[in-house]
């Protein structure tokens, strides 16, 4: 053997060792020790977007000494819903508290076993720390078990740039601004007179998708109480009066030319925040935090804040549950209801502005008094306060969610000018018919 | 991991290729000035989008929206990169790191055992070796997608769920790479070396450490610079399998462009940083990957 | 063929000890060999695809009860208008992208093989784009593509054309999906070709030039002709790899409902249909059915392949 062979040899024998060792000091795992009460415990929790708990984290830890409290936060909800469902369905991986949106939440709802049943632990003697409609959103169809704790609502209002209303000849008073759309077609018809006396290439509306989804949720609250799917149920789509009312409202929008086409969350959409591509914006309490990321110091005091037409409406609110998966359930849940009470719900507001969903919490002046500079200093909670306490509940199927992406889908197919409103809506019945699986 | 393929130089049984190729080239025709047109242009179209992810990481959102563009690089990637290092949701110092231990590790086993069984397939006889070489190439038309979801629920019994091993253990078997080194070993290595090693008494281990290994070493080489590049960029399962403490940096840089607002010049940077490492390998080893796929197509 | 060893004779005496365990070891070493690769192909590989189609024959919603199912989903499969839809986005999105690609590749790689200076530069700058990461691309482009402020509607507004919504039309959302393919995968296959042009014996080309042939001529009547092997091994390659087509259509329309591949699902593949089923809808039996047919159409369309290949290589 020639010492160059045997140079070669003793060079793979090191580096798969080195190999191994990288390997096995990846494994690393985290386990917790046992479950003794006073022994330390870490506690996962689970978050996408903003939650606003970092000071409430703070102030349990230092309460509990035995209690680490460790977030793990995705930015976007669609993948960590998905995330979620899969740790979920597979038995492990999800945080001891998981945040879980309200579009996800009917899905797990399917499977309450894998959650702790919150009726268990308390949740009867404090269910008035949170709006009833919110309460039966995280609670099975026969009553009897609940699996989230409320965080936040979005009660809904209407975001719009006084600068573009002014320039337009509209008035940019809030209380006025509100007065010109008690109703959906009042809107359209401001965006109409928007669209005429407007100078540049700014549209009224962002996009058709959120425009319709707060018609929808409205609808649907008057009447039946429910959207794609009926309370047994069977999807109702194409039967259901408030979808397709709905439908037709924003098509008059769409046709009327009042949409920008910018699809939300998108790099467009955000760029056209700041350079005011669009004049309104249907806006949850969540929302202004974005609008003041994507706008920037440039976009203070252009922004303000304004009822929504039909007066109420909700985008959005969370939940927090406790996986049955997890090691520390008893504790987990102790940390929920800490992070979900009146007073956690209002930390989380002054922290990331999300709107609270007690109603212990609407009449608290730390709320009610508080004006958002960044928006013209709008008395921010008053108006979305407003727009969630009216709410009524709506019932949203197991497969909301997936039937929703599709048709909004055939929605933007319509606002992009592709298909007319009425072929859209016929697509729409095939697309709801295909991701509701019937 | 650079160890195994530190020294790619080839040794004496590649000789005839290469003489071969260095004639053929001495008949080639001048190229014209068309000719260098087209491959500046060439040039051009493979770096810009590269460049222009440099502008933009470069620039401010302010900027990057802008109509007209900006055409060249601002003065804002040291700060994006700082803003990048200092996230602490995105980790991207942790990205790196683990990108590193994932992709080395998965390159180091998947060099090892392709070569073992590259040999085994193209210098050894034994029963069932043509079916066994059919279901190599079998192997490769799996993609990884269609068992993302058992794979997942396995991650789990063994206990090893979200964690690195998670998403190096699926990738150590490369149909692709037993396949390349079968080809390359059977026009590599003598038969007359291997037979002579025998007459020596020498064990088949033995036989390919000692003689086998050392021949393959330009394409063990190869296959390393593709693998490592090939999961470092690795995306779609690790961002499933992963748990958000264990990120690499393609998973980090999803999570810097999802989101509710996204910062598009920070997104940029982490592109920029996330493809630096790679553009440092080809300008150091850009020769020999060239000659990789070069080699690998006459050969495959 | 030269890749058998004919069996050693040993050419001393051994002691009987030592040659069984010559023999042990020349019969069991094959096997140790290969065994790493197909336990960990087994394990990691085979399983979850067996599994998957176990799961299938079953309704398996990813919450909830389980129930088999038989061949149910595959009979829906093939009456579900958006499967095919898919099916026809993932082979027309191949061929609109493979076939300017492969004449690209060839033109770069006649280019190539000339007399050129700095030809280690121009053949390093051309693989560029392939160790660029898909979601790097991806994001790279759509930037590149976006309606309002991307770089293409800027350009294409010097000629006075009007700015495009790319991502909304299906010719639009083709060509740039296509564009990302293409720059990422010329180069490489331009190197291949060149390589397998290298390796084409110069006295053809003598033997050509001799007789007054043109090297258009030439081109056509030698190259491409030497060229097929190749061609063929370059095409399995694209199809496996076009088939499995998800990243750059997903990441291209980003947002809700990206899964989709756009408003009117013009640049849904095959692959985003089946994670739309197991992760949006969370229909695993389903979305396994999809795997399956995906998995069977990359085998078909390999076999044949393969069989041209051999047919070919025989007739050399």
Known sequence: MSPSMRGTRRMIAVAAVAGVALSMAACGSDDEGGSGSNEKITLKVSTFGTFGYDALYKKYEASH?????????????????????QRIAAGSGAGDVVAIEEGAIVNFLKAPDKFVNLQDEGFNEI????????????????????????????????????????????????????????????YIATGKKFQAGTKGDAKFVDSATNTYNSILMQEAGEAPGYTYFDRDNNLVFDSNPAVRSSWDTTAKVLDAGLSANLKSFTAEWSAAIKNGGFATLACPAWMTANIKGDGGDAGAGKWDIATVPGGSGSWGGSFLGVPTQGKHQKAAVELAKFLSSPEGQL???????????????????????FKNEYFSDAPVADIFVEGAKNLKPVYLGAKNQAVRDAIENDLRSVEQGQRTSEEGWQNAIKSAKAAAGV | ???????????????????????????????????????????????????WMLVMASRTNDEIVQIPP??????????????????????????????????????????????????????????????????VVLTMMVPVQLGAVPLYMMMDWFGIQGTLPTV????????????????????????ELIEAARVDGATTIRIFWS??????????????????????????????????????????????????????SLVMAGTFMATLPLLVVIVLFGRQLISGIMDGAVKA | MSDITAPVTPARARSPWRSRLSRWDQKGSPYAFVSPFFILFGIFGAFPLLYTFWVSLHSWPLLGEHTFTGLDNYQKLLQDPQFWNAAKNTLGLFLVSTVPQYVLALWLAVTLNRKIMARTLFRVGVVIPNITSVAAVTLIFSMIFAKGFGLANWIIGWFGLEAVDWTAHTWSSWLAISMMVDWRWTGYNALIFLAAMQAISSELYEAAAIDGATRTRQFWSITLPMLRPTLLFTTITSIIGGVQLFTEPLLFAPGAGAIQGGTLRQFQ???????????????FGYAGAVAWMIFLLVLIISLINILLVRRISGAD
Not at chain 2, 168 to 178: E, H, K, M, Q, R
């Open chain 2, 1 to 51: 991991m650079t160890t195994v393929i530190a020294d790619p130089e080839p040794e004496a049984p590649r000789k005839p290729l290469r003489t071969k190729v260095v004639e053929s080239n001495n008949q080639l025709f001048r190229a014209s000035p068309l000719n260098y047109l087209v491959l500046v242009l060439t040039f051009f179209l493979s770096v810009f989008p590269l460049y």
């Open chain 2, 70 to 135: 900006k055409l060249i690089p601002g003065s804002h990637l040291g700060e994006h990169v700082g803003a990048l290092f200092d996230n602490p949701d995105v980790m991207f110092a942790k990205a790196l790191l683990n990108s590193f231990i994932v992709a080395g590790s998965i390159t180091l086993f998947v060099v090892i055992f392709s070569a073992l069984a590259g040999f085994a397939f193209a210098k050894l006889r034994f029963r069932g070796s043509n079916v066994l070489i059919g279901l």
């Open chain 2, 211 to 264: 003689v086998v290994l050392p021949a393959l070493r330009p394409a063990a080489a190869i296959l390393g610079l593709f693998t490592f590049m090939t999961y470092w960029n690795d995306f779609l399962w690790p961002y499933v399998a992963l748990s958000p403490e264990h990120p690499t940096v393609q998973v980090a840089l999803s999570r810097l462009s999802s989101g509710y607002y996204t910062d598009q």
């Open chain 3, 269 to 283: 593949t095959l692959t985003m249909y089946l994670i739309e089923n197991g992760f949006t809808r969370f229909e």
């Open chain 1, 127 to 186: 269910k008035g720390n949170w709006l009833d409609w919110k309460n039966a959103q995280a609670t099975t169809a026969d009553g009897k078990t609940t699996i989230g704790f409320g965080t936040d609502v979005g009660g809904l209002a209407m975001c719009y740039r006084t600068d573009l209303f002014k320039a337009a000849g509209l008035p940019t008073d809030r209380e006025e601004v509100s007065k010109l759309w008690p109703t959906w077609d009042d």
């Open chain 2, 168 to 191: 190096i253990l699926p990738y150590l078997a490369s149909g692709f790479g037993v396949f390349l080194m079968r080809q390359y070993a059977s026009q590599a290595v003598p038969d």
């Open chain 1, 347 to 369: 930390s989380a507001f002054d922290e990331a502005g999300n709107l609270p969903s007690s109603p212990k919490d609407f009449d608290n002046p730390a709320l009610k008094d």
């Open chain 1, 65 to 85: 000494p035995n209690i680490k409290i460790v977030e793990s936060n995705e930015g976007d909800l669609g993948k960590y819903t998905t995330a979620l469902t």
